[in-house]
């Protein structure tokens, strides 16, 4: 890194790499956001179920997007992201575990992907169809939940996330998301990457309720957002240079977090502060599907379920089956 950049940014610490959230705030524009880089823990993701690649851009969009939001998380919990559709990819489920966790998976109906890639309807809004996207925060046993919901409107979960923080939260947001496959050197598998922006404009008192998702009155009120919100000159110069970032830029693998944003607002002047990592990791375990099937089922269930004296299962998030004696709850519970 040159020492201009290094001065400008205030940074004491190399560039962070891949697999990072690098909060920044914009001053002098009274705004704050996030960048994302995934790397290895994306194609992990998208990798270990073979997605068709349509399918594996969009939960990887999905992905990209909890971890923008879910970051901003500051107690232990889950932030968890989901579609309920009807188009070809009927549901996105992603989960960030807080401080740091990443899982998500798909489910589609082959066929109907198939076709819909051979007629060129491979927008996300096309994908998805008609339905709702739902964001839940979980701070665990003992404490309440929090879920806002939208309408799956538009042809991106960019223009989704616009609507939904505007609804649910009366912030003014900007997203900009891109996935993308690269090939390395010397290896002849592509392997998927994204990188994302978001950007929210600060109110006159100070920083939103964003900050400490959730905890304001409105998380799934929409009735009361202001349509007679004025945007501010600050504000509309942050998205109107967000808006210049292309996709190539978002998910290039030699440009940094901090590269990007010097790039696009060194004028006006960003500040960066330690980024966050990111990691894939799935919270199934044996101890959790075991205690689900010995609370959930019956034992007449349980042998219903068991093929050739065990019982699979699959999570279907990371794919690592679990086997079990039906007969072993008998005398366990």
């Known amino acids: 890194m040159s020492e201009n950049l290094m ?9 962070s790499g891949d697999d990072t959230v690098v909060p920044f705030t914009l001053d002098q524009l009274d705004t704050r ?11 992990t993701i998208l990798s270990r179920h073979n997605y068709p690649a349509p399918v594996a851009r ?18 232990e919990g889950k932030f968890i992201m989901q579609t309920q559709t009807d188009g070809p990819v009927n549901l996105l489920v992603v989960d960030f575990d807080a401080p740091d966790g990443l899982r998500g998976y798909a489910r589609f109906d082959h066929d109907a992907v198939l076709k819909a890639a051979e007629e ?20 665990g046993p003992n404490t309440e939940r929090y879920q806002g919901i939208v309408a799956l409107e538009g042809n991106s979960l960019e223009e989704v996330a616009h609507t939904y923080f505007m609804q649910s939260e009366q912030i003014p947001t900007q997203v900009r998301l891109a996935v993308a496959e690269f090939t390395r050197k010397g290896d002849h598998r592509p392997h998927w990457r994204a990188g994302g922006v978001l950007i929210q404009h600060l109110p006159e008192h100070g920083m939103s309720q964003m900050a400490d998702l959730p905890g304001d009155g409105n998380f799934d009120n929409p009735e009361t957002a202001d349509p007679d919100f004025e945007e501010a000159d600050g504000w509309t110069e942050a998205r109107v ?25 060194h004028e006006t002047g960003v500040r960066v502060f330690t980024p966050l990592p990111m990691v894939e990791r799935c919270t199934c375990s044996a101890d959790r599907i075991e205690d689900m099937l010995a609370t959930s089922f019956t034992a007449e269930d349980r042998e219903e379920m068991a093929v050739n004296g065990e019982i699979e299962v699959v999570c279907e998030f990371c794919s690592t089956a679990y086997h079990f004696n039906p007969h072993h709850f008998d005398t366990k519970h």
């Open 120 to 139: 060129g309807r491979i927008q996300p809004g096309e994908l998805l169809g008609k339905g709702h996207l739902a964001m839940t925060i979980d701070q």
């Open 33 to 43: 956001g996030r960048s994302v880089r995934l790397g290895e823990a994306l194609d």
């Open 58 to 75: 969009l939960l990887g969009e999905a992905v990209l997007l909890a971890a923008l939001i879910g970051s901003s998380l500051k107690f």
């Open 241 to 265: 240079m967000l808006a210049t970032v292309d996709d190539l830029e978002l998910a290039d693998p030699d440009l940094s977090s901090e590269r990007l944003l010097f790039r696009l607002y």
């Open 7 to 15: 001065s400008a940014l205030g940074l004491d610490r190399p560039e």
